[in-house]
């Protein structure tokens, strides 16, 4: 009896509730924590209230590294340039030919514009009165390792600036794989036709075949 009282004041109050909270659809509904919703939003060099410093551009945490990179241990000098190159080796090889491929891709994209599409420093930017870099294809450039080559790319050389932010490390060293097929494209080249071997003639002399 007493559980049937109760369910008919409930219902009683659910049909008052109906008649009493009726929608209005030319007014909005009651929010709860707005601020949660739409955030306010702070141009980068304005003024916060949120942070102590009283700026919205933050650095960096201390000791922190951005997602996918990790710091590269080398001081930007020619004796770091010397240590990379005795410490670093490229993990990628000529069998892997989606690295090779990439590595054409991001030479193309980056270095062509200088080196020009063999390595020679004849690119657009060259011609048009920019100093040449030097071929990569030189006896000077053959001997730079591996880890120098990337630790150019990362750091810059001379003329040629730092190419850390447009090129992943990743990247780097498979541009630096596709820079050794030039080099090995242009030594087979150069290389001195063979000759045919010497054979007696009936005077004595040796002549060719």
């Known amino acids: 009896m007493k559980l049937n009282l109760f369910l008919a004041v409930a219902l009683a109050l659910c049909v008052a509730c109906g008649f009493l909270i009726r929608p209005q659809p030319s007014r909005p509904n009651v929010?709860?924590?707005?601020?949660?919703?739409?955030?306010?939003?702070?141009?980068?060099?304005?003024?916060?209230?949120?942070?102590?410093?009283?700026?919205?551009?933050?650095?960096?945490?201390?000791?922190?590294?951005?997602?996918?990179?990790?710091?590269?241990?080398?001081?930007?000098?020619?004796?770091?340039?010397?240590r990379a190159g005795e410490e670093l080796s490229n993990p990628y090889t000529f069998e892997d030919l989606a690295a090779f491929t990439r590595g054409a891709f991001v030479f193309r994209t980056w270095c062509?514009?200088?080196?020009?599409?063999?390595?020679?420093?004849?690119?657009?930017v060259a011609m048009r009165g920019f100093p040449a870099p030097p071929p990569l294809t030189s006896e000077k450039t053959?001997?730079?390792?591996?880890?120098?080559?990337?630790?150019?790319?990362?750091?810059g050389q001379k003329n040629m600036p730092s190419y850390a932010s447009q090129v992943s490390e990743d990247d780097r060293w498979k541009a630096i794989l596709y820079v050794r097929s030039l080099q090995r494209s242009a030594q087979a080249t150069q290389a001195p036709a063979p000759q045919p071997p010497l054979t007696p003639s009936p005077s004595g002399q040796e002549v060719r075949k």
């Open 31 to 82: 929010e709860f924590l707005p601020e949660m919703v739409r955030t306010a939003a702070y141009k980068a060099y304005s003024a916060n209230p949120n942070f102590l410093d009283g700026k919205t551009l933050q650095a960096p945490p201390p000791d922190t590294i951005p997602r996918g990179f990790h710091p590269v241990d080398y001081e930007a000098t020619e004796t770091g340039a010397i």
């Open 112 to 124: 062509v514009p200088c080196h020009g599409g063999a390595g020679r420093g004849d690119g657009t």
């Open 142 to 155: 053959l001997t730079l390792k591996d880890g120098q080559m990337f630790h150019i790319l990362t750091y």
